[in-house]
């Protein structure tokens, strides 16, 4: 008795289906991108007579090869190290024209005339460890976050969410652009009352 061939699968439009859903996953798959610190570099400028900053205006954090944090030449632990840069941001100890009127702070003549001319500066040494170098920008970028999130509230209370959240949403693709035209205004102006001003100096070299 002859053997009955065994049935075959017909596998001519596998190449099809894979195909479309090769598609289909490429374009319903949302990909997340890392992304880093985010610094603006200034512009190459010719400058011939650079603005005079005062000493008061600048508050320097630096970490040395030991991982230890100095603020403002004092041993500091980096859980304060937030507190202490809102203190100095919001400061507004200015007069006249240097006055901050939206500013809640101490208003102490020796520390930050006003946010604007507030200057963050970060110095770290070559053999100061990655992680700590993150939780310090982190608490720096915090402190400029907390404040902007308070005036961003203050400003548009019907909003319903605060600066980082608005920043969040106007940065997602998928927010539509009459949304984004109408955020922007609101976020710069908030921008504006607390630029980030954080200077990263060179790290020291170890001898």
Do not use: H
Request: glycine share 4%; charged share 30%.
């Amino acid at each position: 008795m002859p053997r009955r061939a065994a049935p075959e699968v017909n596998a001519g439009s596998m190449a099809d289906i894979a195909f479309l859903l090769l598609i289909f996953f490429l374009v319903t798959t949302t990909i997340e991108t890392d992304s880093g610190i985010n610094r603006k570099l200034p512009p190459m400028e010719d400058v011939v007579d650079p603005p005079i900053i005062k000493e008061k205006n600048i508050f320097t954090v630096v970490v040395n090869k030991n991982n230890q944090l100095l603020v403002e030449e004092e041993l500091t632990e980096i859980k304060d190290l937030r507190a202490m840069a809102v203190a100095f941001l919001d400061n507004g100890g200015g007069q006249g024209e240097d006055a901050c009127d939206y500013c809640q702070g101490k208003r102490d003549p020796e520390s930050s005339d006003n946010p604007e001319k507030a200057i963050i500066s970060l110095k770290n040494d070559r053999e100061t460890s990655y992680k700590i170098y993150i939780a310090v920008q982190n608490e720096l970028v915090a402190a400029y976050n907390e404040l902007r999130n308070r005036e961003y509230l203050r400003l548009n209370p019907m909003d319903g969410m605060d600066f980082v959240a608005a920043n969040k949403m106007y940065s997602d693709p998928r927010t539509d652009a009459g949304t984004k035209a109408k955020m922007k205004p609101k976020l710069d102006e908030v921008k504006q009352m607390y630029p980030q001003k954080l200077s990263e100096a060179e790290p020291s070299k170890t001898n």
